[in-house]
């Protein structure tokens, strides 16, 4: 980290005595890693179901790429953390828009909001997804990207889902942005059966 500092004492000693300095250059360490210079933020996860075993649902999580993030946003990988029942997604159906859900649940965007995705894969053993963007997610805008399960869970509970992104760059470092908590819940009305 000791660039990022250096990257700093040269940002505060040209705007003290007025070089025009850009700021949001990524910082880069001697060995190539890119990191944010200030990294995304998770705003919010949501799904459209709660109950178990519901099929058709989506998760989705909105995340914000600050003006001066330094870097677009390359990937971002979702690691189910928590959670008895493992998650299996229809990686096919994966979508990824610019704007954020209203709170009638729908998407606030337009047609031509939509991003192209690269590779979305899953990785088994470590139950993450990556979803990669094609191109790269300029700073500056919000970003919502919909994961289709095959279905919620069978098993209800609280599910951990851990968000990581990365920039730009062939030796990137991915910034953990914090968990989309999920609570299923067994069928409610089942309790009215003995």
Same mark, same amino acid.
């Given at each position: 980290?000791?660039?990022?500092?250096?990257?700093?004492?040269?940002?505060?000693?040209?705007?003290?005595?007025?070089?025009?300095?850009?700021?949001?250059?990524?910082?880069?360490?001697?060995?190539?890693?890119?990191?944010?210079?200030?990294?995304?933020?998770?705003?919010?996860?949501?799904?459209?179901?709660?109950?178990?075993?519901?099929?058709?649902?989506?998760?989705?999580?909105?995340?914000?790429?600050?003006?001066?993030?330094?870097?677009?946003?390359?990937?971002?990988?979702?690691?189910?953390?928590?959670?008895?029942?493992?998650?299996?997604?229809?990686?096919?159906?994966?979508?990824?828009?610019?704007?954020?859900?209203? =709170?009638?649940?729908?998407?606030?965007?337009?047609?031509? %909001?939509?991003?192209? $995705?690269?590779? &979305? #894969? !899953?990785?088994?053993?470590?139950?993450?997804?990556?979803?990669?963007?094609?191109?790269?997610?300029?700073?500056?805008?919000?970003?919502?990207? =919909?994961?289709?399960?095959?279905?919620?869970?069978?098993? %209800?509970?609280?599910? $951990?889902?851990? &968000? #990581? !992104?990365?920039?730009?760059?062939?030796?990137?470092?991915?910034?953990?942005?914090?968990?989309?908590?999920?609570?299923?819940?067994?069928?409610?009305?089942?309790?009215?059966?003995?």
């Amino acid at each position: 980290m000791r660039v990022a500092t250096l990257f700093g004492i040269t940002l505060s000693l040209a705007i003290s005595i007025g070089v025009a300095v850009p700021v949001t250059q990524a910082v880069q360490l001697r060995d190539g890693t890119v990191y944010f210079v200030e990294p995304p933020k998770l705003v919010k996860a949501t799904t459209t179901y709660k109950d178990v075993n519901v099929w058709g649902g989506t998760y989705y999580f909105t995340i914000n790429v600050p003006e001066n993030a330094g870097e677009s946003l390359q990937k971002v990988t979702i690691a189910q953390k928590e959670g008895t029942d493992n998650i299996r997604y229809n990686l096919k159906d994966t979508r990824a828009f610019v704007g954020t859900r209203d =709170a009638s649940g729908g998407l606030r965007l337009r047609k031509e %909001s939509r991003l192209t $995705l690269g590779p &979305v #894969t !899953a990785e088994r053993k470590t139950r993450t997804i990556t979803v990669n963007f094609d191109p790269p997610v300029t700073p500056g805008q919000t970003v919502t990207i =919909a994961l289709r399960p095959v279905s919620n869970p069978s098993i %209800s509970g609280v599910y $951990l889902l851990g &968000v #990581t !992104a990365f920039p730009a760059g062939e030796k990137s470092h991915g910034q953990f942005l914090g968990f989309g908590r999920f609570q299923f819940y067994s069928n409610r009305n089942s309790w009215w059966f003995p």
